[in-house]
């Protein structure tokens, strides 16, 4: 898949995780194959590269089909002011990946992160002789069982990460649900000097009290435009009773009818409203 | 605090997680300090717990003010058709755990799951020489730094892990964010006759095809009845473009007006509406 919307760029960008994750192979989808990485322990340590200057884009996971959105994330992009560019839902699949020269029948434990392990079930039950093992990141399960030179373990990671180690694919979609896909975005530093031609989703997130009536009247502000919404997320503010964070990513544009109404009236009754991007939708 | 609500027992319950965890901690403030805990390594397996009897009761985590709603756990408990009978907002504490005798000055690496690490980068900045060590759970790692007699490390739980390991708390409240709460639902297998007299709050999922002028008119359901909502939440089903799953929580009951109108009236926009618990909402 080429590069979604953003310029083919020899730039830094910034993901969390170890070489070979999902996270790079977004970046690598979204930015080109040629996309310098830079890995990161943690998201705000990303972020932070991001806000130095050090790295010219991030690409972070907003929100998986299994396991819902990664709120931090959605408070370091509001936090830091930043702008999404792009998206991408990546597919989720495991497979099951050895050190170089190492048989299926010579494996005795698969090393993965607890979610991984968790999400091939079915693939455990049918090999009962493995031992699941959990480590902290899957593309790291598979760096740290190469690094060792071991035997008799293999690990459970993305195909990208067997390359990434020039490991060897045993075995392919041990995941039991293919319905599991993590969706990514491109952040950028400054907002563009106004969406391209082709951005034709735009994520918000904005602030009411009052949920009954409040949410109600924001979504009409919506609904009465026919402008069709992606997602919904409300969020308690802990230590704020009865404020809500909403969540919201709608088809159009800011700055066009009929998103620009919308969002004017919507406007009317929040205490705050945010665009946190205009981007190409992912089809 | 005592059991919310749910008779005191010493049933079995089921969790994900090892002993110490926040998930256990939540049980037992749930159902009391004597229920007898049955760890699962995956919450698959925890809800296999249930469905074969040999738990009577399931403690399991549904959403995170930081981290997000846990997908995973409202598509078991639909799979299932299990019950929700309590919840429970868990404030989650981070301290820094060390084997007895092991004082602060001697510690070197820290060991904790790599969300508890990113959730107390203020301390690890003001404490340099420290390393953070990426490890598969929190409380899974002060077992094995208790368990390997470890003079040197020091890991990041919640503190009822100290108490569980009989290890010693060398700092409290190392989080960055107060705001940090886990929900946790109770879950019982067989729905309640009705709900006692004090359930006020109602969990649902509802499907919808056409988000727009359908969710605006589900919602009139409810706003035009004024009751309170307290959690909305898209979902999009992959393999099935355009139809859209929301979980809905509301303060009110199905079987009384004005809950018990508002659902008949949504069950007339929705392909299908399930009412996953009603409840005492936790204050």
């Not at 020899?10 to 070489?19: F, K, N, P, T």
């Not at 069982?145 to 490991?167: C, L």
């Not at 075995?171 to 293919?178: F, G, Q, S, T, V």
């Amino acid at each position: 898949m080429p590069g979604v919307n953003v310029p083919s760029t020899s730039h830094r960008v910034a993901i969390q995780g170890e070489h070979g994750s999902f996270s790079e192979e977004a970046a690598r989808r979204l930015l080109g194959r040629r996309v310098q990485v830079t890995c990161c322990a943690t998201f705000p340590e990303a972020f932070q590269q991001l806000r130095s200057g050090r790295a010219r884009r991030l690409v972070v996971p907003v929100e998986n089909t299994l396991a819902g959105s990664v709120h931090e994330n959605y408070d370091l992009l509001v936090e830091h002011g930043f702008h999404a560019e792009a998206e991408l839902d990546l597919r989720i699949r495991h497979a099951l990946i050895a050190p170089r020269g190492v048989r299926l029948d010579a494996v005795k434990f698969v090393y993965s992160h607890p979610v991984a392990l968790a999400q091939c079930r079915k693939f455990f039950a049918k090999h009962p002789r493995l031992k699941a093992v959990a480590d902290y990141d899957t593309a790291g399960s598979v760096k740290r069982i190469v690094a060792e030179g071991r035997r008799d373990a293999a690990a459970i990671a993305g195909p990208f990460a067997a390359a990434v180690y020039k490991a060897r694919i045993l075995l392919r979609n041990l995941e039991d649900h293919p319905g599991n896909f993590t969706r990514f975005l491109v952040i950028r530093r400054d907002r563009a000097a106004r969406p391209g031609p082709d951005c034709d989703k735009t994520s918000i997130v904005f602030a009411t009290k009052n949920i009954p009536g409040a949410l109600f009247r924001c979504l009409a502000a919506f609904a009465l435009r026919d402008i069709n919404l992606t997602k919904l997320e409300s969020r308690p503010w802990h230590g704020r009773p009865f404020e809500y964070l909403f969540y919201l990513d709608f088809i159009g544009r800011p700055d066009r009818a009929p998103g620009r109404a919308a969002l004017a009236q919507l406007g009317e009754y929040t205490s705050s409203v945010r665009i946190l991007g205009c981007y190409p939708r992912h089809r």
